[in-house]
């Protein structure tokens, strides 16, 4: 979501997209109104009163009579007919204002204004109005490291710990007035082009880790919370978050478990693109094949809805085969009736404004107001249903029912989220408050999650790790590596951290001196002024450290980068530096996107080098503590780093497969036929590890199992049967667990490792099939000394991880030979039969 609009283009409507933005944003901010009313605006959570306020204002509603008589304040009743009743009170009006983001209030039936948008995508986040970090006891939050590096730990535990944490922090800053309760996150897009400036938000390229990955955040953040475990006891960082009675958010409940808070699958469907050449994600067309769409664009969502039971999808400004996201029903219905979504739909900012103003395929704003609505977006973010949904129905183009529906949903998640059940303060979560936030606890687990994430991708004649005795004075370099600002060290969507340290405080604790020059003047690299001060500490220290790479000037939303090199001159602000050191150097490497550092990977004057994202508010330390070996490094690329050459392949180009007709090397590790510089999963370790698969079956028989009903393939050669018509009872039947012994070699180190299991299906590698796609992997730990042995397991459900999609977008289980494979090269035959 965009911190502004996108430029109106003048058309003749009666509010442009920034005049229907800031509008709603001006009504919201009229105190005189909501005191005249007797009503307090809920613009960031919810006010206790401890301000000495007038106690007759009604703060929150079913708090006053006669209010607390009405049927929807009885919490005894189910969730749906709760959200009839209030819908029933409302005349046509009041409903009009609520299908805002800044929803209006309601002053008669006790309900106060709400606002919907609050970001918490590694953190609470200052890009949306729902959090404020100036209005209130809380001024800061835990910024964690940005989604990207956290996807490379390979961690379900490590992911559901800090959604948790965001969810506490989340509701204590709720509780003081400072957030509200509806966040949209997890972005869970794939990577599927490096180029691609919001990368860094999401889990990588493969749609098994995505969706892995937004099921462990959408479970914890809506209700992984438990108040003897934050409350009580102690947390260790990495340990599985004890699941609260609250709800599991498990897909397909009928809709009443209550929730912590609400999280956002977004954005959806196809969106990955922002701004490169004349293409802009307001009006892009994402032509995608149904194969592709099944496989790759389709699985995530899929999972956050139906595993995860995210209670809100967000659809993405682009059309998805010439049909607006936000107005497809058919992609938004999807969701609903098979995927079982129990909430809210939102748009994406103003992209119901880009319906009309943008992408010219409504007529009129009240037809793509119509479009909208009756595709099955409840909520408009931004001005154009309260300004166009009563002019919609006044001309026949709208019913009154389908606003009644898109409400019925909305007040379904906030009576799930306890905002019609009376003071917040008495509620399950009445005791978090401004101490829950920025704990100790959530600042180890910030540290944890960087430790895990950092990637070592380069360690020649393992020169890494230093020991601080030998090293009296390190040169560190790079215009980043003393900055503490939130987004260097965050990336996008970041909060205000709560102790802000840089990399070169980080280092500075492990060694006598730690010199510093920046070399650039910034992260463009536009001049080489400063390299001869960094050219000179560097002959005076014992050890350097070169810290390069990207930031968001470089890559964020509306802003797609063109090359994959080192911005600027950092190249050769790299190569003067190892030139002038005594000892080779150790290159980070900082930002989301792949780079192309084949310079880098070749040169022997740079013995290591290591990948550090956005590591957040304790990445300095972590990244220390690796150098320094306090920690050993066990992180893997979630994303394939492609050369410079890759350049060439058209962004707006959607399609996964290769082509070689036209010369087209398809995307992701799962296709791509190309050379590489780092692959997907490439990680290095201070220990070496061996594997050897324990169990694993030799067959799978699907002759016993109702409904694989054995279809012969075109050719005649390739049997299958599809997947779709086989009962889940039949599915659950087949899946089987893979153990895998994993030994440490070498000098005995404490360290953790994670071990990615492959399947490849047979004719794999033939274009159409994936050359090889992620089934399971599983993070584990090894304690000296050398030569300990331990296990991994891996569920594996043949239907969902063994199946592939065939042109026509079906899911189908290929009969015959396949294989199962691990990172070092061990394989294992398996037989469908």
Known sequence: ???????????????????????????LLRPSFWAA???????????????????????????????????????????????????????????????????APVPRLGIPAYEWWSESLHGLAQNGPGVNFSGGPISAATVFPQVLLQAAAFNRTLWSSVASAIAVEARAMYNVGQAGLTFWAPNVNLFRDPRWGRGQETAGEDPMLASAFAVEYVKSLQGG???????????????QAKRSLLG??????????????????????????????????????????????????????RSCVREGGASCLMCSYNEVDGVPSCASRELLQLARDEWGLQGYITS????????????????????????????????????????????????????????????????????????????????????????????????????????????????????LPLRSGDVASLAVVGPAAKSSNSTIIGGG??????????????????????????????????????FAEAVAIAREADAVVVVAGLDTTQEDEDHDRVSLLLPGKQEDLVNVVAAASKLPIVLVLMGGGPLDVSFAKEDPRIASILWIGYPGEAGGRALAEVIFGEFNPGGRLPMTWYPESFTSVPMDDMHMRPDPSRHYPGRTYRFYTGDVVYGFGHGLSYSGYSHEF??????????????????????????????????????????????????????????????????????????????????????????????????????VDPCEHLSIVDEAGSRILRLGEHALMLEGGQQRSLSIE
Request: glycine fraction near 12%; charged fraction near 20%; proline fraction near 6%.
């Open 248 to 301: 599991s958010g498990d897909g397909g409940e009928d809709g009443d478990s209550p929730l912590m808070l609400s999280a956002c699958c977004k954005h959806y469907a196809a969106y990955d693109l922002e701004a490169w050449g004349n293409f802009s994600r307001y009006t892009f067309n994402a032509l995608v094949t149904e194969q592709d769409m099944g496989d790759t664009y389709l699985p995530p969502f």
């Open 694 to 795: 324990l169990s694993v079956p030799d067959k799978i028989d699907l002759s016993s199992s109702p409904g694989a009903e054995v279809v012969r393939g075109r050719d005649g050669t390739a049997d299958f049967v599809y997947v779709d018509k086989m009962p889940e009872s039949s599915c659950a039947a087949l899946g089987f667990p893979v153990v895998v012994s994993v030994r440490q070699l070498g000098i005995p180190r404490d360290g953790s490792h994670a071990v990615l299991l492959f399947f490849s299906a047979s004719g794999g590698g033939g274009g159409r099939t994936p050359r090889k796609q992620l089934i399971g992997f599983d993070r584990v730990h090894s304690k000296g000394p050398g030569g300990a042995t331990t296990t991994a397991r891996m569920a």
């Open 348 to 463: 994406d900012c103003n992209a119901v404004a880009t319906i009309y103003e943008y992408q010219r395929y409504a007529a009129t704003p009240e037809d793509a107001v119509s479009d909208a609505l009756t595709a099955g977006v409840d909520i408009n973010c931004g001005g154009y249903y309260t300004t166009y949904a009563e002019s919609a129905i006044n001309q026949g183009k709208l019913r009154e029912e389908d606003v009644d529906r898109a409400l019925v949903n909305l007040f379904s998640v906030q009576i799930r989220l306890g905002l019609f059940d009376g003071d917040p303060a008495e509620g399950p979560f009445g005791e978090l408050g401004p101490r829950h936030v920025c704990s100790a606890e959530h600042q180890g687990l910030a540290m944890e999650a960087a430790r895990q994430g950092i990637v070592l991708l380069k360690n020649k004649g393992n020169f």
């Open 37 to 103: 009313a007797e009503i307090a605006p809920l613009v960031g959570g919810v006010d206790h009163g401890s301000g000495g306020g007038d106690p007759a204002v009604v703060r929150f509603p079913c708090t006053k009579t006669p209010h607390q008589t009405y049927s929807f304040c009885n919490s005894s009743l189910p969730v749906h007919l709760r959200a009839h009743d209030i819908v029933s009170r409302l005349d046509l009006r009041e409903k009009f204002q609520l299908l805002s983001d800044a929803a």
């Open 493 to 530: 969507y970041t909060g205000i951290p709560c102790k802000r340290r840089s990399l070169h405080e980080g280092l500075q604790a492990f060694v006598r001196e730690a010199l510093f020059a920046s070399g650039c003047p910034s992260v463009p690299c536009a001049s080489d002024d400063g």
């Open 225 to 239: 919370w438990s108040p003897q475990r934050h409350l009580g006891g102690g947390h260790r960082a990495g340990n």
């Open 1 to 27: 979501m965009p911190p502004t609009s996108p430029p109106s283009r003048g058309c003749s409507t009666a509010f442009t997209l920034h005049e229907t933005f800031f509008l709603h944003l001006l009504l």
